[in-house]
């Protein structure tokens, strides 16, 4: 019965994200409303009795990794780059944030202090799995994007870092009542977790930099030595494990000779299956009727979370800055609450339970009303909002190009010169370096990969070219797009005729739209380059139309044509357009035609000089 159990939660996990991926919203939703569902509303779930002692060291384990997943994508040098209105809502703002829900929780619910410290200090925390979502539908201005897209990734493992530290806090005071015993408990949590996460973390980077360690073994290895950092650092200070796998993932992202981007996406897909069944058995625990007991009261401190707390913390933060009002009141109303907040909250609220602390079994209830109220209301009333104060980004007009290669960057080199912005994307380093090199933008990592929905504005992408060597990795990229912007302008080279069995996974993941003409494959525009091919641009005009064009230019392969409007159009395999005068054609030349052309440029020279 337990494995049917176990089988059935993973079987509606995948359904809650199918859901939300179909739908386009934060998967947390669909999660804990299966969870409560399942739990109090059916009483078909009781994860006690699942898994009986087994429930914390589950859930404390859980948690642990996907606090080190997510500290994995904190890297210093990006904190110099993101603006002091980020470092200050990762900083004064969070303060604020935690002074405000804590005194609200402590005065108006009459909660434990402790207590109301821990709700306090779990609620400052905005994800990036839940605001990403929300932007990419809201499509704000870049200043209100850049500013909530980086809150969300900077404040992710900084505020979890922080929770920590005041749990470690309130852990420390619940032992005993001098301040000298409180302070020597919270000191040796603190020393404990933090060196036990660097010394890890040094014997990783030790072990990956010798080659002591087989690359295949990699990811395993790197979960083991979570695992046995939360419960090494745990066993020899109570509840400094959180805190120590916290700073190992830190130290990891900090590594800048490390290549992470295997162990990242391994990270991603074994945070998705722990968040898919933790969230429906924490939302299968609650119990509803602690926070019934609070009254009227609840919906006040709500209300403060809201109405008071972010815009203080939004005030706080911009003081002094040129951020307009308009903005900074679209600012003050977005402040989802998502995976962090939730799973954090209830291990803390399990051990405080353990030691018997009054109220602890109100923090998961809490906290779970504050991250549906939060994520449901600013859901559905961003988009109007930014609408209405006149925040929302015209058309985007960004081109993606999935893809490092030399083939990739010639194109999206042709295509900035004509003055669209384009950026690239490609998992290996060296062809993102010389990308980056040619004065071209380029996301370094999976661009299907949670990562890069941090990272990259979706809301900004206009077009998607598929042009990676790789032609699954291509049928990849264009199923994951094809979902998030209009199948008409997402796009993927041709796979060619002796890769049936790619032509069929390209066909299954929604290929339609096919780049250039139907013998244009990686390898024929490959070739050209190699052989000192160039990209170039024509615009037609009343005395030479598209069919002179053709007729000079027998053996150029037609790429795009822009519009007199300035439309951007790729050829592609079907289309029956025709360009006209005022349209732009940009090809790609072989050196022989280059050659030719230059020769017959020379001979009229000469002809006009004699």
């Not at 339970?353 to 600013?378: H, R």
């Not at 929905?453 to 994951?480: C, T, W």
Request: net charge neutral.
């Amino acid at each position: 019965m337990t494995a049917l159990i176990f089988a059935a939660i993973a079987f509606v996990s995948v359904g809650a994200q199918w859901l939300a991926w179909s739908l386009k919203v934060p998967a947390i939703l669909f999660l804990l409303f299966t969870g409560l569902l399942l739990g109090p509303g059916l009483g078909l779930l009781s994860p006690d009795n699942l898994l009986g002692d087994l429930l914390f060291p589950v859930i404390s384990l859980s948690v642990g990794i996907i606090l080190f997943e997510g500290a994995l994508t904190l890297h210093f040098k990006e904190l110099k780059g993101i603006g002091r209105v980020v470092r200050n809502l990762c900083s004064i703002g969070m303060l604020v944030t935690f002074a405000v829900i804590g005194l609200s929780a402590y005065w108006l619910l009459d909660l434990d202090w402790r207590v109301a410290a821990i709700v306090g200090a779990v609620l400052v925390v905005t994800g990036p799995t839940v605001i990403a979502p929300m932007l990419n539908t809201m499509k704000p201005v870049k200043e209100v994007d850049s500013i909530l897209r980086w809150e969300g990734i900077v404040i992710d493992p900084i505020g979890a870092l922080f929770a920590v530290l005041i749990f470690g806090a309130v852990t420390a005071a619940s032992k005993g009542d001098a301040v000298m015993n409180t302070l020597f408990a919270l000191v040796q949590i603190l020393t404990v977790g933090s060196l036990i996460g660097v010394f890890v973390g040094w014997f990783t980077t030790l072990l990956i930099r010798r080659e002591w360690l087989p690359y295949e073994l990699h990811k395993f290895a790197i979960l083991a030595l979570v695992l046995v950092t939360l419960s090494v650092s745990d066993y020899i200070s109570h509840e400094s494990g959180l805190l120590a796998v916290t700073i190992y993932g830190i130290w990891l992202a900090n590594q800048d000779d490390l290549d992470l981007s295997s162990i990242i996406e391994f990270k991603e897909d074994l945070s998705m299956i722990l968040i898919s069944s933790l969230f429906i058995l924490l939302a299968a625990r609650l119990d509803w009727n602690s926070v019934l007991l609070l009254g009227p009261m609840i919906f006040v401190f709500l209300a403060v979370v809201l109405f008071i707390a972010r815009p203080l913390c939004i005030a706080a933060s911009t003081y002094g800055s040129n951020i307009s009002y308009k903005a900074r009141v679209l600012l003050s109303w977005i402040a989802p609450r998502g995976i962090v907040a939730a799973a954090v909250g209830s291990v803390f609220a399990l051990s405080l339970a353990e030691t018997g602390v009054k109220d602890a079994e109100k923090i998961v209830p809490l906290v779970f009303s504050v991250i549906i109220v939060t994520v449901v209301l600013q859901s559905l009333t961003a988009t109007p909002l930014a609408i209405k104060l006149g925040l929302r980004k015209p058309e985007p007009s960004t081109i993606l190009v999935i893809g490092g290669n030399h083939v990739a960057r010639s194109i999206g080199l042709g295509l900035k010169e004509l003055g669209f912005p384009v950026l690239l994307s490609d998992p290996a380093w060296e062809n993102c370096h010389l990308a980056r090199m040619a004065g071209l933008d380029c996301y370094y990592g999976n661009p299907q990969s949670e990562h890069a929905e941090r990272f990259i504005p979706i809301a900004d992408i206009k077009m998607v070219l598929a042009l990676s060597s790789n032609r699954h990795y291509n049928a990849l990229g264009v199923q994951h797009f094809s979902h998030l912007l209009d199948d008409n302008f997402v796009f993927s080279l041709h796979a060619g005729m002796n890769h049936n069995k790619v032509n069929q996974v390209s066909s299954t993941f929604r290929s339609r739209q096919i780049l250039f003409r139907s013998d244009v494959t990686f390898a024929k525009l490959s070739g050209i380059l190699t052989k000192a091919g160039k990209i170039k641009t024509t615009t037609l005009g009343e005395s030479f139309l598209w069919q002179d064009y053709q007729e000079a230019n027998k053996n150029v392969v037609p790429l795009f044509v822009m519009t007199a409007a300035g439309a951007l159009k790729p050829f592609e395999i079907g289309d029956s357009y025709l360009p006209v005068a005022g349209d732009t054609i940009v090809s790609m030349y072989p050196m022989s035609t280059l050659k030719k052309q230059q020769n017959e440029a020379l001979s009229r020279k000469l002809v006009k000089t004699a």
